[in-house]
């Protein structure tokens, strides 16, 4: 193995062990001590790769996320349906997450540490804005109507995620028809109209 190549394999390997302590300890918890005795190395060949546990949440957050693929994913996907790119959203967001099980633990686990909270933060707000600029696409297309497109990329991304926390089975289609269609019947007459404009 060369240099380079063994170079990030540990690299990867220090990312891997620093979600599995975040996910048993929180982030709190966690110690760099952990994370390197979890990763098998010293801890100063952990601060050759990384400052700190700062440093390896926010790395987490932006190379374990979903933020890349949600971007390539709502950049080829301007003009397609809801109904057809929401089902393929969830699926890969799911695929996200199951690959890096910590993940979701991470979000889940409070941090007292304001770095921490804020790189978290910042990663959440991105996917809902750029979810939530496609969803007012489609509701200026006119194939969705006015609503709170905020509120429903907050808690779709959310939906997602608990599921997956609590390890629960959710199918794309069925979740996403849900969203977009609810569970009124479309003939009641005494359904009222809460849209918002977000």
């Known amino acids: 193995?060369?240099?380079?190549?063994?170079?990030?394999?540990?690299?990867?390997?220090?990312?891997?062990?620093?979600?599995?302590?975040?996910?048993?300890?929180?982030?709190?918890?966690?110690?760099?001590?952990?994370?390197?005795?979890?990763?098998?190395?010293?801890q100063g060949l952990l601060y050759h790769y990384f400052e700190g546990k700062d440093a390896?949440?926010?790395?987490?957050?932006?190379?374990?996320?979903?933020?890349?693929?949600?971007?390539?994913?709502?950049?080829?996907?301007a003009g397609r349906p809801a109904a057809v790119m929401l089902p393929e959203l969830v699926r890969e967001y799911?695929?996200?997450?199951?690959?890096?099980?910590?993940?979701?633990?991470?979000?889940?686990?409070?941090s007292t540490n304001r770095h921490v909270r804020a790189a978290m933060l910042e990663f959440v707000a991105e996917g809902q804005r750029l979810l939530t600029e496609y969803l007012d696409a489609r509701v200026a297309a006119g194939?969705?109507?006015?609503?709170?497109?905020?509120?429903?990329?907050?808690?779709?991304?959310?939906?997602?995620?608990?599921?997956?926390?609590?390890?629960?089975?959710?199918?794309?289609?069925?979740?996403v028809d849900l969203f977009l269609n609810g569970a009124t019947a479309r003939s009641n007459p005494g359904a009222r109209d809460t849209s918002e404009r977000s």
């Open 56 to 77: 390896l949440v926010e790395t987490l957050l932006r190379e374990r996320g979903f933020l890349e693929q949600l971007r390539e994913l709502l950049a080829t996907s």
């Open 143 to 175: 194939e969705l109507r006015a609503h709170n497109t905020r509120l429903f990329a907050q808690t779709l991304l959310a939906a997602v995620a608990t599921n997956q926390y609590m390890g629960a089975d959710t199918d794309p289609e069925q979740i």
């Open 1 to 42: 193995m060369r240099r380079s190549e063994q170079a990030e394999w540990r690299r990867e390997r220090l990312l891997d062990a620093a979600l599995q302590v975040f996910a048993e300890k929180g982030t709190d918890g966690a110690s760099v001590k952990d994370i390197a005795e979890a990763a098998g190395v010293t």
């Open 94 to 110: 799911r695929g996200v997450l199951a690959e890096n099980t910590g993940l979701v633990s991470l979000f889940y686990s409070a």
